[in-house]
């Protein structure tokens, strides 16, 4: 994986940013319009997301391009194993996705997978991409993309950490595990884990960040906590999905 060789399918992986079409980078557009086809993995996500992809891939893409469906195989949400029925998954996707990719691209084609926000952050493609490279032979080129942490950032228009202090990303689910760092991001937190921190923590809070429907939420963890959750259900109930993430601010 990752040579160089010119007769070798060729993926390129793209970051296409955090949900604003206009996060989508110079060399972006340039990886969509050099594709020939696109494989849009089905994770049953809300229809607003696959329309922006579908968007960004009318309108940067070559007009001869293909679109390559491949369907996401069904996943144990509430395993005993949580890792080994990662793994199976994984393993499941793989072969659906390898299959689809020996079918479409000749020996030397070019094909792209969009990714959310970019690749190296709570994104499996390139862990599945290695999987598929055991049995057919690629090429991975990625395209970095802003992540929804940048937008986060962004959003309230702040720095991560004070100077030279350390910043811990992290899952709700893992939030309590972490070390005690000063700055900690979480992302995917359907369960308000920050409902659990020291109320005198700050959090800085933001959902659909980058995107016309952002919404943010700052203040004490004590006093603000319970607006957060409120605004969570609101924000669901009115789009049908939410994305959300937060920085938190332990108190000094
Ligand atoms: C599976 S992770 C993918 C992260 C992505 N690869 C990235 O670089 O940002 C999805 C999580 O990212 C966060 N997220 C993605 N886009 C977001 C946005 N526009 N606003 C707030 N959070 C976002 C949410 O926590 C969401 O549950």
Redesign the pocket.
Known sequence: MGGQTSDVRRILVV?IG??NPDHLTLQAVDALDRAEAFFLIDKGVAQPLNELRQEMIERHARADHRTVVVDDPPRDRDPEDYDAEVRRWHQARADRLGAAIEAELGDDGVGAIL?????S???STLRVLATVDETVDLDVEVIP?I???S??AAAHATALHGIGEPVLLTTGRRLTDGPSVENVVV???GQHAFKEVDPDTEVLW??????AEQRTIRGRVGDVADEIVAARAEAKAEHGWI???YLLRRPT
């Open positions: 970051g955090a949900g990714v959310w926000g970019d690749p952050l709570y994104d993309g992540t929804s942490v937008a986060l992302l995917l937190d933001v959902a659909y960040a980058g995107m994305m959300d993430a």
